[in-house]
């Protein structure tokens, strides 16, 4: 898979997740309470293009988190599963410490409903171009399995669209139910 750095997020270094957390005033004790959500976008929204919604929507995810959201740089990548022609796709990682009593599925909701915001329409097709998506990879340590949400993500530690920018903001991120380091994984992947 052919995945390049496009742009960074905020500044010319994204800070680790340690530094963030330091930024916002939490301790690194707060890191065992975040959710991670991976951004992607191959179609233009109101925001602008792939790249500018991502950014945009990153906004949005700040209204659901009890500190400012941390977004990974935003990187290109080939479409992968997705129906033949599909434009290349702008992909981030970000995390957030969501609010008082948020649960998974609640948070699952408010990703759909920002979707919604930038004019994604779910026709039924897999893997179809959109302006925007946005998955829940994980929750905390939650592990669920139901029709509506499996946690962790069931294909976050196998992409490298996800793996390659949550590891330039928390490479040492261990999903739950693995004992694999994101920057151990992503070379297992890709192997570099």
Same mark, same amino acid.
């Given at each position: ?12 270094? +994204? ?7 330091r ?18 976008a191959?179609?233009? +929204? ?34 992968v $599963? ?12 970000a995390v ?5 009593d ?5 948070l699952?909701? $408010?990703?759909?409903?920002i ?7 779910r026709?039924?097709?897999?893997n ?6 946005l998955?829940l ?23 490298e669209?996800v793996?390659?920018?949550? +590891? ?21 992947? +890709?192997?570099?």
């Open positions: 898979m052919c995945l390049h750095l496009l742009t960074q997020s905020m500044s010319c270094l +994204s800070p680790t997740i340690a530094d963030w957390l930024q916002s005033g939490q301790s690194t004790d707060q890191a065992a309470g975040l959710a991670l959500i991976g951004l992607g191959n179609l233009p +929204s109101l925001a602008g293009g792939p790249a500018d919604t991502l950014v945009a929507a990153k906004r949005h995810l700040d209204g659901l988190s009890a500190i400012p959201v941390l977004l990974s740089p935003v990187m290109t990548s080939r479409p $599963d997705c129906p033949p022609g599909s434009p290349d796709f702008c992909n981030a990682v957030v410490l969501p609010k008082g948020c649960t998974p599925m609640q699952l909701s $408010d990703l759909h409903s979707e919604q915001v930038f004019g994604r329409q026709s039924g097709l897999r179809e171009a959109r302006p925007l998506d998955d990879l994980a929750f905390a340590d939650a592990v669920v399995d139901d029709d509506k949400l499996q946690l962790p993500h069931p294909r976050a530690t196998q992409r669209f793996l390659r920018p949550l +590891s330039h903001i928390w490479p040492d991120y261990r999903f739950p139910g693995t004992d694999q380091t994101v920057k151990s994984l992503l070379t297992a992947l +890709s192997g570099s």
